[in-house]
């Protein structure tokens, strides 16, 4: 049963429930279950919506709602994610019917290739506990396996070895990146890519359209995209404008790439591996394009990548005054990752903990733990299932512009 959607003038659609609290909604309905929905809505309070006697529905704090093509959802214990109404399980559209079968089916057999720190601490926990995924096998350059699964030394090896394997996550350093993923979407795999996912625009380019063409799935993933509070800071920036933009991405090398080289070469990215994550929740979250002006890439006299960068950016929409960012590779004790944000209309947002908790007006909005990976594998769960592709290349941009302009200024040599 759907219930009826009221418009008021020069508004969207909204749901009146009997307990006179009106929410907006994204679609022409809602689509009534037998279990209430639990859906988070972005910029509002949540609801629970629980059927009445007669019509409507009640309202309860604490819970949300699903519309449009998106049937409610049985309770799913998850991380308090602010929603657009559309987006449910880390997807746009998820029906009754495929959640059910997401639970019933078999797993999707996934391997992972590049066994490093990010596939060791994220990738391989997140798999195994995550029952839409069963872990076929692993291939590393080190001989570094995962206990009970099977270990190749090359990724050829591995997908001609293992024809059961329907999917697999490239954690390589990104040079190698392309031929890869070119090379799996080939053998029929859907691929999902580690951040940054190619090295140059023009290969990301190519393996978007290669996946395409042989109708596989590929899903560039920018895990700081799926912190809780970067939905919800997106939601409160729409329509409204960005005067100021204060991006400082400051961490240790030595904590989080002990000893890897590949970083300091050309295409390892150096301070924009770290960097990238800002920018890819300021591309997500700025209700307007901003591009990069000036770049000043400090970079140490033994490296071809930086070790710190300063950018400013111009924006597309009219009255930005002061828009920034700030990346350094040399802070120890405590890490910084934080982007404070100035409206024209007064409000001001700052986002910390990499997008996991963010203040409004200094007011705390949310602050929830760091479940990245978890989202991440859910919508990739949801791709896979839909057939569908999802490729943001918006971040990588703004790096290989920072590279294009910026200016080279030579510092103290790196050693580990």
Not at 164 to 186: N, W
Request: overall charge neutral; some cysteine.
């Amino acid at each position: 049963m759907a219930l009826p959607c009221s418009t008021p003038t020069g508004a969207g659609p909204t749901l009146t429930g009997s307990a006179g609290l009106s929410l907006p909604l994204a679609g022409e309905g809602l689509s009534r279950a037998s279990s209430s929905a639990r859906v988070f809505i972005a910029g509002s309070a949540s609801a629970q919506l629980l059927p009445c006697q007669g019509e409507g529905w009640r309202a309860a704090p604490g819970w949300g709602y699903a519309t449009g093509e998106t049937s409610a959802i049985p309770p799913k214990p998850r991380a308090n994610l602010p929603l657009d109404g559309r987006r449910l399980l880390g997807d746009k559209r998820v029906s009754l019917k495929s959640y059910n079968m997401r639970n019933t089916m078999s797993p999707c057999r996934i391997g992972i290739v590049g066994l490093g720190k990010i596939a060791e601490d994220q990738h391989v926990p997140v798999i195994l506990k995550n029952p839409a995924f069963a872990l076929a096998a692993v291939a590393s350059q080190r001989g570094h396996g995962v206990t009970g699964v099977p270990t190749f030394r090359s990724h050829g090896e591995m997908f001609a070895a293992v024809p059961e394997m329907k999917a697999v996550a490239i954690c390589t350093p990104p040079k190698v990146r392309h031929a890869i993923a070119r090379e799996a979407l080939a053998a029929g795999l859907d691929v999902m890519l580690e951040k940054p996912p190619a090295a140059t625009l023009s290969e990301l380019a190519d393996l978007a359209a290669f996946a395409a063409e042989r109708g596989r799935v590929l899903f560039t993933t920018w895990h700081s995209q799926y912190n809780p509070a970067v939905e919800w800071a997106a939601d409160v920036l729409k329509g409204r404008t960005v005067r100021t933009l204060e991006v400082t991405w400051k961490e240790d090398v030595r904590r989080w790439h002990p000893g890897q080289d590949w970083i300091w070469r050309a295409g390892g990215f150096g301070v924009f591996d770290p960097g990238i994550n800002a920018l890819s929740i300021v591309t997500r979250i700025l209700p307007a394009p901003v591009f990069v002006e000036t770049a000043t890439l400090v970079t140490p006299a033994n490296a071809d990548a930086p070790i710190a960068a300063d950018l400013v950016f111009a924006s597309a929409a009219p009255g930005a005054a002061r828009l920034n960012a700030a990346f350094d590779w040399r802070q120890t004790g405590d890490q910084t990752w934080t982007i404070r944000i100035e409206t024209a209309e007064g409000q001001e947002l700052l986002l910390e903990n990499g997008g996991a908790r963010l203040l409004i007006d200094g007011m705390v909005t949310v602050d929830e733990p760091m479940a990245e990976y978890e989202r991440i594998y859910e919508h990739f769960a949801a791709l896979v299932e839909g057939r569908r592709s999802h490729v943001d290349d918006a971040p990588l941009r703004l790096v290989a512009d920072s590279f294009l302009i910026g200016r080279r200024i030579e510092t103290d040599a790196f050693h580990w």
